[in-house]
């Protein structure tokens, strides 16, 4: 069993950054691959960024590439999401979400979910 915890969501002026941070509790977080996705209003839950286990391996949407940056602390059991560059279009619930390693950027894979936290981008 792994619990998920996400914070520093916020308002943010477009153009600027945010940093999630999603704390799990469990001996077991760096068995685990870890994901963020983000849900806006009327819209379906969409994959952002994946890491595997060890922190080797970080998968992009498209959409995000080049501005976002995963990356995890086992040591901590802390997956982190970096944001740069924010836009209007960021603007979502964010959730983090552990996965036992496969179909990372499928929402069904994931074994657990963190309660979100809400990012609004302003223009």
């Known amino acids: 069993q792994v619990q998920l915890v996400e914070s520093g969501g916020g308002l943010v002026q477009a153009g600027g950054s945010l940093r999630l941070s999603c704390a799990a509790s469990?001996?077991?977080?760096?068995?685990?691959?870890m994901g963020w996705f983000r849900q806006a209003p009327g819209k379906e839950r969409e994959f952002v960024a994946a890491?595997?286990?060890?922190?080797?391996?970080?998968y992009y949407a498209d959409s995000v590439k080049g501005r976002f940056t995963i990356s995890r602390d086992n040591a901590k059991n802390t997956v982190y999401l970096q944001m740069n560059s924010l836009k209007p279009e960021d603007t979502a619930v964010y959730y983090c979400?552990?996965?036992?390693?496969?179909?990372?950027?499928?929402?069904?894979?994931?074994?657990?979910w963190g309660q979100g936290t809400q990012v609004t981008v302003s223009s």
């Open positions: 890491i595997n286990w060890s922190g080797g391996n970080t």
């Open positions: 469990g001996r077991t977080f760096s068995s685990y691959a």
């Open positions: 979400a552990a996965n036992q390693g496969w179909g990372l950027r499928v929402p069904g894979t994931y074994a657990y």
